[in-house]
């Protein structure tokens, strides 16, 4: 599939609301690209039982993440094979983005590293000129080949990089200005590039690019214990920060990232990863109470395009990706927030066509959608619906 060109943005915040192309209500499908897991990564039935789920929970778009292998944050450069051989992995999302685009789903691609010291990418530093040099060289290798990969498989939209602080927000980002250039040379479709949530005021190189994005792990709260109240608060805090960004730089945003692990206190900090966790108290419910102070700011925002989910995964009955307090809403309270706003009007969406929010529906049990009454215990989520 070839894809088409990317659709013409006008300058402002709220471009994406303008040019009525419908809030980007996404999932990220992590992948599954190891030889131990054969027949249950991007491309595979399993996959397209998780596609037919997206699809089912309302989403719109899904979000690819392949992944590049990195030895340590010296960034000596970035190896394709990650898991399984490249071409495998290749053939792989092109096989996701093919069931993807068969279920009227658009597809981001967002070629991520792994960093195999288990250090934070947005801590890469070669040091001195050469090494400097070096990296960008290789990055952008990594990148043009996803890029090429993208174009191929007719994504509607590409992540640059993600989280690479050390990079694009320092006087190094004109060579990062270099390779996407160069990606705009082989691949049509938007661009965006996945900000961590607290450098996105510092990141400059979004002028070159399509949308803001933002993996948007941000603080809902500041103490233990918080209240709905309290989340939803923090939700329209967060909305007021980024919607500053998207004025600034004039430009509509996409959450690239959104998610809370299921958890006591998720919200507090939301960007703690799972496996290092110890006596965790599993709370569906505060999963769900965060997901819903993110998301209830943002669907009245014509700034904000839209979000992705992190994350459920390209086999939905592996459970061994991660702990049962881990970030998937898969089953759990959460899913029934998501699809509630899934199936909600957007801001995003454009101007209000007559009749265009008939038949809509609204689910109460976890994988089960139609009409239903609450579930005894629950309130009805995000009831200004």
Known sequence: MKVPAAPRLLPGAEAWADARLG??????????????????GYGTEASARALDETTALGASWVSLTPFGRVADLAGTGVDLVFEAPFEDNRRAVLGATAQA???????????????????????????????????ASSYRRFLLTWAEVAAEGGAEMLSVGVELRSWVTTPRAESFRDIITDVRKVYPGLLTYSANWDDVEHTVIFDDLDLIGINAFYPLAEREGASLDDLLAGGRRVAGQVEQVA??????????EIGYTT???????????????????VDQRAQAEAYLGIIAPFLDARFCAGFFVWRYYADPDDVSQEAEWGFSPRGK???LVLRDAFTARWAAD?????????GRHRAWTPGVLGWELPMEGWERPMGGF
């Open 263 to 281: 958890r006591r206190d998720p919200a507090l900090r939301p960007w703690e990863w799972p496996d290092g966790m110890k006596d965790v108290v």
């Open 350 to 358: 454009g101007a209000w066509i007559s009749g265009d929010g008939a």
């Open 247 to 256: 004025q600034a730089w004039g430009k509509p945003v996409v959450l690239t």
């Open 101 to 135: 685009h068969a279920r009227g789903l658009k597809v981001l691609i967002v070629p991520h590293l792994w960093v195999e010291n288990g250090e934070w990418r947005a801590k890469i530093d070669p040091g001195d000129d050469e090494g400097w040099a070096r990296w």
């Open 23 to 40: 809030g980007i209500r996404g999932i990220t499908l992590g992948p599954i690209e190891s030889l131990r897991h054969a027949g249950r």
């Open 333 to 335: 309270l959460a899913e």
